[in-house]
């Protein structure tokens, strides 16, 4: 009963975490899809942890603080990934793919303001690669 009583409050908390970062439309050349923005350092350290699905067009964007060479890991994420690295004018830099529960790191090929991480082979089965711009950072939901 105990187990289950703590596997309930974690559930819960990381639904309450994933709730409250906002969310927000995004396009890449005609491909529409819904972000989940995380512009905090504890949504930057939560990210796509401890889920175990994500919906086809929906992805996590990261937004640091700084522009510099981030990088992203799999510590304790069940859905391979796909990410983007995009600089201050929403240009992809590089895309990189991820696979579940590694800490091998994954980092942009030149300095990045955002990191937009979708289903593993999003951005490949779209035609979408480095150059290509991502629309709607200008409605970027307050901190």
Not at 2 to 11: A, D, E, I
Not at 116 to 141: A, D, S, T
Request: hydrophobic fraction near 45%.
């Amino acid at each position: 009963m105990k187990r289950l009583l703590l596997y309930l409050t974690l559930c819960f908390a990381c639904l309450s975490a994933q709730a409250s970062m906002p969310l927000m439309e995004l396009k890449i050349g005609k491909h529409a899809l819904t972000a989940e923005v995380a512009n905090t350092d504890p949504d930057r350290m939560q990210g796509l942890m401890h889920r175990r699905m994500l919906p086809e067009n929906r992805g996590m964007l990261f937004v640091f603080p700084n522009v510099a060479y981030h990088g992203m890991w799999m510590m304790n994420t069940y859905i391979p990934l796909s990410v983007a690295f995009i600089d201050d004018n929403g240009v992809i830099i590089n895309i990189e793919d991820m696979q579940p529960h590694t800490r091998d790191s994954h980092s942009a090929k030149q300095p990045a303001r955002y990191a937009l991480e979708m289903n593993l082979g999003w951005f490949r089965k779209r035609g979408i690669g480095p150059g290509v711009k991502l629309e709607g950072l200008n409605k970027m939901p307050p901190r």
